[in-house]
């Protein structure tokens, strides 16, 4: 058989990431490749690290996107800010806390997990009795905006308490950024790290990481090397921060920065109060929608993220049939539930450029059209007119 070129589709990307990519960020990319060291990339670069201090609300001088998609931006804060010993307290309320876990343990530190229920916030109480029975722990890590879920937490008080108790703090910030409040600075975060497939509207394969001025210290002090040689901060800064001065660490991703730095401008001109204010309002659009339908929300309330909608599964209905259905017929993407919630949730997202009226009115209306026309038990007639007069 020949093999010819891969043409995919034109999908509506509503799961939890990839989310939508805007046009204007695919363009960017398709822009010449130019050298990684020419002086105009260079100087790109340097615009990329400042709108990413915007994007974080930071002025931490290490601030840059690592190479490689959210789960390396999460191994970089590992590595670099765990020793071998260290004892490390990590907040499970989902999936993603699972792999913070598994990468204390790969750096030879000991994890010591906060449970939470999967579809709550991380309890800012069982962190402080934890802190309080673990008085030699380092490090506290936390995700966020739970993906697999769609709850977040109260990443502020968080961080105050983990202080208080002379521990660092590493955030997951992959869903959460540009869509709802992120603020490094202000909150005092110590390391933090993102992706730029979901709120940022980009394509997936870079993860914005910042760290302050403590998890530069702890760094600088640390008494065995980094283990792993790409992830090294003092490597890679030599590249990222190396001004004009800068030294070859690998081939940075020409293109895809090209369409970070347009995702960044983007936000700029957008504004991130505006953001935050476009996903919150979509969210409670499509919230009308699927509630006038019957579909619950898994999460209380005042935990839920605007940008990633997870909803029960109505008795009897297939999952993979409807999402099945979804896909070939309205080209429409939604998530499936991960981990313990696979088979129970669909999760819905509105994210980035996603996080539009259009995409919710397809979006109710095509899960109407499917549920009602394989018998599910949902009230018909009503999610259309319910988002358009949220969505007024
Ligand atoms: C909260 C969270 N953390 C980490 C990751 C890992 O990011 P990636 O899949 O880009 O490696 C994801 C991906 O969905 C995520 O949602």
Redesign the pocket.
Same mark, same amino acid.
């Given at each position: 058989m020949e093999i010819r070129s891969f043409n995919p589709p034109i999908r509506t990307l509503m799961g *939890?990431?990839p989310s939508d990519v805007h046009p204007r960020i695919l363009e960017a990319m398709s822009r010449p490749t130019i050298g990684h060291l020419d002086p105009l990339f260079i100087g790109m670069m340097e615009e990329v690290k400042q709108l990413l201090q915007y994007a974080f609300q930071t002025e931490n001088a290490l601030t840059m996107p690592v190479s =490689?998609?959210? $789960? =390396?931006?999460?191994e970089s804060c590992f590595v670099n800010l765990v020793e071998p010993g260290d004892k490390v307290i990590v907040c499970q309320n989902? +999936?993603?806390g699972g792999?913070m876990k598994e990468n204390v343990e790969r750096c030879g530190g000991t994890p010591v997990i906060v449970q939470d229920a999967w579809g709550r916030a991380v309890d800012p109480q069982k962190l402080e009795d934890a802190l309080k029975a673990n008085p030699d722990a380092k490090i506290v890590a936390f +995700?966020? =905006?739970? /993906? $697999?879920t769609g709850a977040q937490s109260d990443a502020k008080t968080l961080v105050e308490l983990s202080h208080k108790y002379d521990c660092l703090t590493i955030v997951? =910030? +992959? /869903?959460s950024l540009g869509g709802t409040p992120v603020k490094v600075d202000e909150w005092q975060v110590d390391a933090i790290?993102s992706? /730029?497939?979901?709120c940022l509207s980009c394509a *997936?394969?870079l $993860?914005p990481v910042s760290f302050g001025e403590r998890a530069l210290e702890r760094i600088a002090a640390r008494e065995s090397k980094v283990q792993s040689w790409f992830l090294d901060q003092n490597l890679v800064m030599g590249y990222w921060g190396g001004g004009a001065k800068r030294a070859y660490h690998h081939t940075a991703p020409v293109n895809t920065l090209y369409g970070l730095h347009e995702a960044l401008v983007m936000l700029q001109d957008e504004g991130l109060d505006n953001a935050w204010r476009r996903h919150q309002g979509n969210h409670n659009a499509l919230k009308a929608g699927l509630e006038s339908m019957g579909l619950e929300f898994i999460v209380p309330k005042e935990e839920r993220l605007p940008q990633l909608n997870a909803v029960s599964i109505p008795e009897g209905v297939d999952d993979a049939a409807v999402r099945g259905r979804l896909l070939n017929e309205y080209n429409l993407e939604i998530g499936a539930g991960l981990g313990d919630l696979a088979g129970k949730v669909w999760r819905i997202g509105l994210m980035g450029h996603a996080s539009r009226a259009e995409n919710i009115l397809l979006c109710v209306g095509a899960l109407e059209a499917v549920l009602s026309d394989m018998g599910a038990p949902i009230n018909t007639g009503v999610a259309l007119s319910a988002v358009q007069t949220a969505l007024k």
């Open positions: *939890p990431g =490689a998609p959210g $789960s =390396a931006g999460m989902g +999936v993603f792999r +995700v966020h =905006a739970e /993906t $697999s997951d =910030a +992959v /869903t790290y992706g /730029t497939q979901k *997936p394969g $993860s």
